[in-house]
């Protein structure tokens, strides 16, 4: 997915690449100006990588190598201002650091805090490489070879899942860059009916209109208070007043007919794509009514949408929505569970398509 939106957002883009032993991130040249990677929607954040082929970090603080790590810190820097930085790192408060921050400072200005700083300087052993030079008597010889180090620097001084219109705090709210990644799985069609069950303070439902035109927007949560957060930060993304003019609703997702009364007319008609963030854990709900919520949310979301409508839902409850999957299989096709990690959760998105 994120490859895609790179190619799509990013066109100018070169040698998009897997990184060796991680699942969870791409590699690839930016000819054109790093402030563009600000753009990624579904991109958790994004990072300068400088390789430094030594053996430790003690020779980061060598003149040529220092002079890369404080390149990659005026490019981020460049991209978005901060005052302060920190190491991720094994050993981040060894004095091979200590040594480091001092020098990094020296050349940038910037204070080194090793809790809160913005600028974030991560250091990892680089990939394993196998070195396989060819025929000695006849085998051919692998051996590994030292990997050397990278060090990232995170461009800007906030992940881009810290969205700009997020404005009011909810517990419980989604991760704006899973978010992204619920609006996408959806498929994203400029015709599409767009509604958003238990919207909290409305974060699918702003990743899905910012990501690609809709023909209407409706967000329902039975909270108040969490309409009234899902209103200011549409409002702060500019959704609100531009088409498709997007409702909020007060309603119970899990009773169909509450709902259907609710939101026909302002989705005018029956939705197309129905986002779902069920509750979790006891924020706003409770393990025990994880089944009775989810089951119920299935059951409304059919009723309130069109022949071959999807369904996304992002839920933590994982064992209790893959019961009430197979349950509700007169309704919904599953079509995939994708596992994702959220701040130490491994919530699931589950892709169902209306039958
Ligand atoms: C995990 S939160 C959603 C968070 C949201 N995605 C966000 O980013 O802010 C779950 C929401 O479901 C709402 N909710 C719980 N039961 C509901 C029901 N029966 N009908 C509608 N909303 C409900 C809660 O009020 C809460 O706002």
């Given amino acids: ?21 991680r699942d969870d991130a791409v590699a690839l040249a930016l000819p054109g100006p790093l402030a563009e990677v600000a753009a990624l929607r579904t991109a958790v954040a994004a990072w300068v990588v400088v390789h430094l082929d030594v053996p430790r970090p003690k020779s980061f603080a060598s003149p040529e190598h220092l002079r890369r790590i404080v390149d990659a810190v005026y490019a981020s820097l460049r991209v978005a201002g901060s005052s302060t930085f920190r190491f991720e790192a094994a050993g981040a408060d060894s004095a091979v650091f200590a040594r480091l921050a001092g020098l990094l400072h020296e050349a940038t200005g910037l204070q080194h805090d090793p809790d809160a700083g913005d600028l974030v300087v991560r250091v990892r052993r680089g990939a394993r490489r196998d070195a396989t030079p060819g025929a000695r008597g006849g085998r051919a010889a692998a051996r590994e070879v030292d990997p050397g180090w990278d060090v990232l620097v995170r461009v800007g001084p906030r992940p881009l899942s810290a969205r700009t219109w997020r404005v009011a705090d909810f517990p419980g709210a989604a991760n704006a860059t899973i978010a992204a990644a619920v609006a996408r799985l959806a498929g ?135 019961r009430v999957v197979r349950d509700a299989a007169d309704l919904w096709v599953p079509r995939s569970a994708t596992r994702v990690f959220a701040k130490g959760h491994h919530p699931r998105i589950h892709v169902l398509d209306r039958r």
């Fill in 1 to 21: 997915m994120l490859v895609d939106e790179v190619a799509a957002t990013l066109p100018a883009v070169r040698g998009v690449r897997d990184v060796p032993g």
């Fill in 188 to 322: 994203l069609r400029p015709q599409d009916r767009v509604l958003n069950l238990m919207a909290g303070s409305g974060t699918l439902l702003v990743e899905r209109l910012l990501a690609a035109p809709a023909a209407a927007g409706v967000g329902v949560d039975l909270d108040a208070a969490a309409l009234d957060a899902a209103r200011a930060n549409l409002e702060a993304a500019r959704l609100l007043a531009r088409p498709p003019r997007p409702v909020l609703v007060r309603a119970d997702a899990t009773d169909a007919d509450a709902l259907r009364a609710a939101v026909t007319e302002p989705l005018g008609g029956a939705a197309d794509v129905v986002l779902a963030d069920p509750p979790w854990g006891t924020l706003h709900g409770s393990h025990a009514d994880a089944p009775r919520l989810h089951a119920g949310l299935l059951r409304a979301a059919h009723a309130v949408s069109a022949p071959g409508a999807r369904l996304v839902v992002l839920t933590h409850e994982v064992k209790v929505m893959e």
